[in-house]
């Protein structure tokens, strides 16, 4: 599976950005896809994950009513529209891809990563 993202960029706190993901390779619509970010000197945390099959989703406490996930499962892309910005949102973003673990929420589930994409929110 391979994963490219695109989108990213700078943003004023209380501003929006939108993240894209395309998937190609081995995928299936019973994989996993999600976004995780990585901050400076933080460990890597899930943002959020979709299950494509059924469009179910996942978000962390974090980003909920913030943050929004979709799909378009024609072009094999997911989306990650980022609203009401905040400085702590400021990190290097992965799209994420794997086969779930009980969940698309259970972060352990991905172990497919895009090349990560930086957001910086001032």
């Known amino acids: 599976v391979q994963l490219v993202e695109s989108g990213g960029g700078s943003a004023q706190a209380g501003g929006s950005l939108r993240l894209s993901c395309t998937a190609s390779g081995s995928t299936q619509d019973t994989y996993c896809m999600g976004w995780f970010r990585q901050a400076p000197g933080k460990e890597r945390e899930g943002v959020v994950g979709i299950y494509p099959s059924a469009g179910t989703t996942y978000y962390a406490d974090s980003v909920k009513g913030r943050f929004t996930i979709s799909q378009d499962k024609a072009q094999n892309t997911v989306y990650l529209q980022m609203n009401s910005l905040k400085p702590e949102d400021t990190a290097t973003y992965y799209c994420?891809?794997?086969?779930?673990?009980?969940?698309?929420?259970?972060?352990?589930?991905?172990?497919?990563w895009g090349q990560g994409t930086q957001v910086t929110v001032s």
């Open positions: 994420a891809a794997g086969w779930p673990e009980g969940s698309c929420g259970v972060w352990r589930s991905y172990n497919y």
